[in-house]
Nanobody, 122 residues
Framework: QLQASGGGLVQAGGSLRLSCAAS????????AAWFRQAPGKERDFVAS????????KYADSVKGRFTISRDNAKNTVYLQMNSLKPEDTAVYYC?????????????????WGQGTLVTVSS
């Protein structure tokens, strides 16, 4: 089970850190990613991190502003979001899977968290 947290309301230019905690299984055997779904839009890829943490990938829209990381000892994956923009407003979902390839695709992931809402005001 994945539990996403850390969302909230922030002004444009601000920062938030999202957390995705795994229970019932060790996160160290899973690649992980964050996706987001803005109101009225499809769910899109944001960032991914490989099983060992050595490979990360980002959507062009968040490169240079967001950083994905993992702490296997805490069984948690993070998404540090800086320089937030109103267009970053969305429900953010974490996902995980033991498959360590094609990490930008939603179909890769069998395990999903419940989502956490991020609202960025202008």
């Amino acid at each position: 089970q994945l539990q996403a947290s850390g969302g909230g309301l922030v002004q444009a230019g601000g920062s938030l850190r999202l957390s995705c905690a795994a229970s019932g299984r060790s996160f160290m055997w899973y690649a992980a990613a964050w996706f987001r779904q803005a109101p009225g839009k499809e769910r899109d890829f944001v960032a991914s991190i490989s099983l060992g943490g050595g490979r990360t990938k980002y959507a062009d829209s968040v490169k240079g502003r967001f950083t994905i990381s993992r702490d296997n000892a805490k069984n948690t994956v993070y998404l540090q979001m800086n320089s937030l923009k109103p267009e970053d407003t969305a429900v953010y979902y974490c996902a995980a899977d033991p498959n360590n390839s094609n990490l930008g695709a939603q179909a890769t992931y069998d395990y999903w968290g419940q989502g956490t809402l991020v609202t960025v005001s202008s």
